[in-house]
Each structure stands twice: as C-alpha cells, then as structure tokens.
C-alpha cells in the first residue's frame, strides 16, 4: 500500500508539472543540444580546433546531454520531427506538439545567441562579411556550403536522414523490443545521432531537426548574417530542414510499427513521448 502511495504521489508530481513544465524542459534540453552542436562547429570553423569527428561526437553528447536534462518531464523529443511522428503512430497528444515545437526552437534560438555572442571576435575575424563560409555554425546549407548538392538533394538526404533516426529512436524506446534500461537511453540516442552524423553529413549537414536549424538560423539572421535563409547558391533554403525532416521522420516511424513493432509482444507501454521511470525510483 505504502509503495502504491509512493506511486501515486510520483505521478501527481509528474501531472502537476503540466505543459509550462513540459515545455521548460524542451526548451532546456534543445538549449544544451544546440551549445554543445553550434558551439563545436564555430570551434572548428572559426577558431580551426577539431575536425569533422569532433563535430559529430560534440552533437552526440550534446544530445545524450540534452536528453538527460530533460527526460523525466517532457520526454526529451528536442526534435519538431520527433515530436509529430509520435502524435502520428504512438498516441502522443496532437494539442501539445505546436507547444513543444515552440519550445524546442525557442531553445536552440537562445543558445545560437550565446553561440554568436561567444565566438563573435573569431567568426568575424575569419569570415568578415559574415557569409555561408560560417553560416555552417548555425544552420545548414546543401553539400554543407562547398560541394555540388542542389535543393532536392538536400531534401532527399534530409528525409533519409530523420527516417533513420526516428526508426533508431522508436526501437531503442520501445519497451516491447529490447529496449536500454531508462538511464542508458540517452546515451544510445547520442551515439545515434553521432553515427548519422558519420555517416550522413555529407550532403545537408545532417540537420534532421526543424528547431535545430530554424532557431539558429533566425539568431543568425538577427546578428548581421543576411542571407542566411539561402544557400550558397541564392536560392531560398530554410525550409528544407523544415519539411524534409517532418516527412522523414514519419516515414522512419511509420516503418518501424510497420516492420517490427506490430509483431512485438503486446505489454504495458509508459505514456507515449514519456521516460519511464526507474524501477528503484523514490519520491522525496
């Protein structure tokens, strides 16, 4: 009885926090996501420490980093992409995607800011006119800038991208698979998006992640970058890492229910977009 109370009380907490709550969280946790993803990037641009891998293990960690920070109240989504797959296929509630989604950019918004504040005297040193040569710090361009890759190409790489990535997020979440315990998740998560970083950034960057680009992106814009809602090429850009991601990721979902999840054991799932709780948790 006692331990049901406990229960009870875990949950009544939980509820209490509602969206404001929720929404802190995603703010908060798409804020160190984009410090650590922003921030590595205008090191290796601007300030010429680290490389390639570093970028994709800064991204990473600053995921598994993120999704720590906010995991038990929102579920750490972090992601617009994220967020509108599991309102589509795992009973998610449509009424607080838009909220979440504000949220989330309104996160990585902030920490391109402190990004730019930052590294302000580098990125100007190098790159003057403030041009796509470091725009890379903020959003992302086709073929990342400087390789042949055109609008559709973008967007072909920006769906098969968030595909996998929502595929990979909904099986390791899955407590019917063989899902990490609660407190590891995060971490695969990372390694996740460290290895699509790998292995698909060549031609966009691998932004899969609206708020990851539109947030930064507007903060760029807001301090002196004037073109940034278009490649390199003068074409309009910015919503390419907007809609691709969207349908990526509900392909990506929509292929893991279709291929594995409708054949998993049926059990008990926690509240979709939420973290279970550990078994060993206690109220205070």
């Known amino acids: 009885m006692a331990e ?8 009544g907490r939980l509820k209490a926090h509602g969206l404001l709550g929720e929404m802190a969280a995603e703010f908060a946790g798409t804020m160190i996501l984009i410090l ?3 921030g590595v990037v205008a090191q290796v641009v601007a300030g010429g420490i680290g490389d390639h891998d570093s970028i994709a293990w800064a991204w990473g960690i600053g995921v598994t980093m993120g999704v720590y920070v906010a995991a038990r109240i929102s579920g750490a989504h972090l992601n617009p992409a994220v967020t509108i797959a599991l309102a589509a296929f795992k009973g998610f509630p449509w009424y607080k995607v ?19 504040f930052n590294y302000g005297e580098v990125l100007e040193k190098v790159d003057p006119g403030l041009t796509t040569k470091t725009q890379s710090v903020f959003s992302t361009l086709p073929g990342n800038g400087s390789l042949p890759i055109g609008t559709w190409g973008a967007f072909r790489d920006q769906v098969i991208g968030t ?8 099986a390791v979440s899955d407590t019917r698979n063989s899902a990490p315990l609660a407190n590891l998740a995060p971490f695969i998560v990372g390694l996740i998006v460290v290895g699509i970083g790998m292995a698909w950034g060549t031609n966009a960057g691998y932004a899969i992640n609206p708020a990851r680009d539109f947030g930064p992106r507007l903060a760029s814009f807001l301090t002196g970058y004037e073109n940034a809602w278009r490649d390199q090429y003068g074409r309009l850009y ?7 991601p969207v349908i990526g990721g509900l392909i990506g979902a929509g292929l893991y229910q279709a291929l594995v999840a409708r054949f998993l054991p049926e059990e008990e799932e926690p509240e979709a977009g939420r973290v279970a709780p550990p078994t060993d948790y206690k109220p205070t």
Not at 4 to 11: D, T, W
Not at 102 to 116: D, N, P, S, Y
Request: without cysteine.
């Open 163 to 170: 595909a996998i990535l929502l595929m990979l997020i909904l």
């Open 36 to 38: 650590f993803g922003a």
């Open 98 to 116: 838009l909220p979440y989604a504000l949220a989330q950019t309104a996160g990585a918004f902030v920490a391109a800011i402190i990004v730019r």
């Open 4 to 11: 049901s109370l406990e229960a009870r009380g875990v949950v």
């Open 238 to 244: 910015f919503w390419v890492p907007i809609v691709a």
